[in-house]
């Protein structure tokens, strides 16, 4: 992989531009422990599955290393923020993937509950995140606009954790019909 080069900068650095070469090395990272989980994985045990997951997973953070990449070559921030979305998913399918590999070598014989455990951990920082880009793109998310300001060099703006950013984004008027809030009805 050729070295990320940031193009020039006319008017100030965007900070978006010198973590994504850090996303970068992380996706790498990651891709290579995907592949470390896959080796370690007997899968006419474990099932097909498994192994689709770890192939996703591995597929996905290159995607992601790659669009990161070209998404500063582009000087493209949509494009940077719309693989985020990709990464987290590649971190859902991981550790997924690396419960299953404890499972297998502890011999708990408790897979499932690693899995929602993973799930859970996932929920809690890449989830909210997914969401919240989501519901930014969607224009029900009201501080996305903010945050992206932020991230190409624009004022510093403190942001809500993620979970409640995404606990707003679904609370929205977006998720709604005729302005109620869904289940709610004139008969009471």
Known sequence: MAML????????D???HKSAANFVAVDAILAAVA???MQMLEYEKAGARWFVFDALA???FILDAEQTSNAVQEDNFNKYAR??????VAVLLALLDLAKVLD???HWGAAGWLVVLAAVLWAR????????LICGKLGCEPQYDDWKAMLQGGPTVKVKGPCRRAWTC??????TRDKKPLGKTDHG
């Open 104 to 106: 297998h070598y502890l």
């Open 83 to 88: 693989y985020q979305v990709t990464f987290n």
């Open 14 to 16: 965007r900070p978006w």
């Open 5 to 12: 080069e940031l193009p020039p900068q006319g008017d100030g």
């Open 170 to 175: 679904l609370r929205s008027r977006k998720f």
């Open 125 to 132: 920082w890449w989830g909210c995140d997914t969401i919240f």
């Open 35 to 37: 592949v470390l989980v």
């Open 58 to 60: 591995i597929f996905l």
